[in-house]
C-alpha cells in the first residue's frame, strides 16, 4: 500500500523546476522573456534541491558570505564560465529569494552588482552563442529578477500550506 503522503515527497527536478515556473510567473510582468523565467525557475528549483553539505555538487551557500569566500576570493573563478554562472545564480537565489533573511549581515546591493557581473563575465567565455545571450540578459535584468525573487519568497511564506493534506476516507 502506499502511503498518502507519497506523492508530497516525491519531487524530482522536473516537479521543482515546475512549481517555480508556475509561482514566478504569478510575480512577473507578461512581457518578461520566457527563456529568462525558466531560468530563473531552474536556478530556483536547483539549489531547493542542493544540499548546503552536498559533496556531489556545488553546495547551496547558507549566505553570502559564503559565496564571496568562494568566488571572489579564488582568482580561478575568474576564468570559468560554469563557476561565473554559479557565483552569479547563487548571488541571485540569496540576494534575491532569501533577501530578508541576508538584509542584516550583507550588503544586498553590492551582492546584486558582483552578482550581475558574474553573469555579465560568464556570458562573453560561454562557447554558446544563445547561452552567451542568455546569461548577459539574466545579468542586465539582475536588480529586477532579484526583486521578483524576493517578492515571490515573501508571498510564499504567506502561504505557510501550499499543499493540503490528502483527505481521510469518512468512517461509515
Known amino acids: 500500500m502506499t502511503s498518502p503522503f507519497r506523492e508530497l515527497f516525491a519531487i524530482d527536478q522536473r516537479r521543482a523546476l ?3 515556473a508556475v509561482r514566478l510567473q504569478d510575480v512577473i ?30 553546495p547551496t551557500p547558507v549566505n553570502l558570505s559564503v559565496v564571496f569566500d568562494r568566488f ?44 550581475a557581473g558574474f553573469f555579465k563575465r560568464a556570458a562573453v567565455q560561454v562557447s554558446s552563442p544563445d547561452k ?13 529578477w532579484r526583486q521578483r525573487h524576493a517578492k515571490l519568497s ?7 500550506y501550499l499543499l493540503s493534506p490528502p483527505l481521510r476516507p469518512s468512517s461509515p
Not at 536556478?43 to 542542493?50: D, E, K, N, S
Not at 541576508?102 to 552588482?113: K, L, P, Q, S, V
Not at 552567451?132 to 529586477?144: C, K, N, T, V, Y
Not at 515573501?154 to 505557510?160: A, F, I, N, T
Open 132 to 144: 552567451a545571450r542568455l546569461l548577459d540578459a539574466i545579468a542586465d535584468g539582475f536588480e529586477p
Open 72 to 115: 571572489v576570493v579564488d582568482p580561478s573563478v575568474r576564468r570559468d564560465a560554469a563557476l561565473l554562472e554559479t557565483a552569479g545564480a547563487q548571488c541571485l537565489l540569496l540576494a534575491g529569494f532569501f533577501e530578508d533573511q541576508m538584509r542584516e549581515r550583507h550588503n544586498i546591493r553590492w551582492y546584486a552588482r558582483l552578482g
Open 154 to 160: 515573501r508571498e510564499l511564506r504567506d502561504q505557510p
Open 18 to 20: 515546475e512549481f517555480f
Open 29 to 58: 510582468e507578461s512581457t518578461v522573456d520566457r527563456d529568462e523565467l525558466l531560468y530563473n525557475a531552474s536556478v530556483l528549483a536547483h539549489y531547493a534541491q542542493v544540499s548546503t553539505c552536498s559533496s556531489v555538487d556545488v
